[in-house]
């Protein structure tokens, strides 16, 4: 029995995907304890943007360590605040014309979303928030009665209020377009939808299956909120610093969301780091009403200001983003029609992609196939039915078609026979190659 076996929670679960222990990691590699090489295409599930210890972050922290820079400073003034906010304003909030306030939450994203969740209803002076099916924004108890999955809601042990939950774009098919029913109950004094403090999204949806939501969409659900007088609450914690292509995933779309959530991979590193971005006039928190002994993480200011610098200044890599997006595009596209004979369908944005399985049963055994030949990559969806590629945004060529390349080997080798879906079967049959 090992140390995990012995004293660690059952709650674990990416060790359960991964049974070895991890010593060491650089760039787009994980190693384990013999030396093992696998190649990372879960990324810290979007934390890891710049891969594992990029050099460009790792010496300007080992010189603030070696002079004693702050490392804990609750909300104070530091240096090293001031500089990350210099650069994401310059860099970030300006070129995009975004008039915002930062707020340092809690280290966590849901932290983040706990706070948005707050102000609106702080501002507003209502209860209600509207939030998507299939959207994840975080366990913590505001932010899971946000989140719709089952397993995750189920363990809150208590009866979650104050939220109507929406279809998201595509929830109701093809063709119909479900801000037209959002407006129409918000139209409705008898609907039963109490008129919402705010609206609260993610435009690409991970964890609920790499639901891409249209710019059309997005267009639309703004035009809603502002019509019925409702914030909207973009969480790019998963698919912003990025993923998609842009920095923000709702550039695109040419959208003003009134409250932005960033985490993950806003510190540049790795380490734990999460802010609010709120239009001036929402700022209207009295002192501490919202705060945390650890806002405002003093080393992911130095490596959050030292990856704006570096990879935000210009737009080469959106650019290189797009590029490989469009290559992970076109493989998963591949693998969809060859494998399957229809039973796979390729979702996704930017380097925000997958591929959906007919099953979660046939995800899981693609994947644990995968990791045997040396690829970490998880599954997400209601029944995990989705592989999910999240790799690093600085991962080489080389390396990103040879994970894709072990991904289709395993594809090959778990379905090695498939027959259609019968009219009204809601799986097919397939044979698992020993």
Not at 70 to 96: C, N, Q, V, Y
Not at 160 to 189: A, E
Request: proline share 3%; net charge negative; hydrophobic share 35%.
């Amino acid at each position: 029995m090992t140390i995990f076996d012995e004293i660690e929670s059952t709650v674990q679960s990416y060790a359960r995907s991964f049974p070895c222990v991890f010593h060491k990691a650089k760039g787009e590699y994980l190693y384990d304890e013999q030396g093992n090489n696998y190649l990372d295409f879960l990324a810290g599930a979007g934390t890891l943007n710049y891969g594992h210890n990029n050099d460009i972050f790792k010496q300007p922290l080992i010189d603030y360590i070696n002079e004693d820079g702050i490392t804990h400073g609750l909300d104070m003034h530091t240096r090293a605040k001031a500089a990350f906010l210099e650069s994401f304003k310059e860099k970030i909030l300006d070129p995009r014309k975004l008039d915002m306030v930062v707020q340092f939450t809690g280290p966590t994203g849901t932290n983040a979303v706990e706070a948005a969740l707050k102000l609106a209803r702080k501002v507003k002076d209502r209860d209600n928030i509207i939030s998507f099916t299939n959207g994840f924004h975080g366990v913590t108890l505001g932010a899971l009665s946000t989140t719709g999955n089952s397993h995750h809601r189920g363990a809150s042990g208590v009866t979650m209020g104050g939220n109507s939950r929406m279809p998201f774009d595509g929830y109701m098919g093809d063709g119909i377009d479900t801000t037209q029913y959002l407006d129409k109950v918000l139209s409705d004094p008898s609907s039963g939808v109490d008129k919402p403090a705010a609206v609260i999204v993610e435009t690409v949806q991970g964890e609920g299956g790499i639901n891409v939501a249209s710019m059309q969409w997005l267009k639309a659900l703004e035009t809603v909120c502002r019509r019925h007088d409702v914030l909207l609450i973009v969480d790019d914690i998963q698919a912003g610093c990025g993923r998609t292509g842009t920095f923000f995933s709702f550039e695109p779309a040419g959208i003003q969301p009134d409250m932005v959530t960033l985490s993950k991979s806003i510190s540049g590193y790795g380490v734990p780091f999460a802010l609010l971005l709120l239009r001036p006039e929402l700022d209207q928190w009295k002192p501490a009403e919202h705060n945390g002994t650890f806002r405002g993480n003093n080393m992911a200011f130095v490596t959050g200001k030292v990856a704006i610098d570096h990879y935000w200044s210009n737009d080469g890599f959106e650019q290189e983003i797009r590029r490989k997006g469009d290559i992970i595009g076109q493989r998963l596209e591949h693998l969809a029609t060859t494998y399957g004979e229809g039973n796979f369908t390729a979702k996704g944005r930017g380097m925000f992609r997958g591929i959906s399985c007919v099953t979660g049963e046939l995800a899981g055994k693609i994947t644990r196939r995968a990791f045997e030949k040396g690829l970490i990559i998880e599954t997400s969806g209601a029944d995990n039915e989705i592989i999910k590629c999240l790799c690093p945004l600085t991962i080489s060529e080389t390396a990103l078609n040879h994970g894709l390349d072990i991904l289709e080997e395993s594809m090959q080798e778990i379905c090695s026979k498939t027959e259609q879906i019968p009219e009204g079967k809601e799986y097919f049959e397939y044979d698992i190659a020993s």
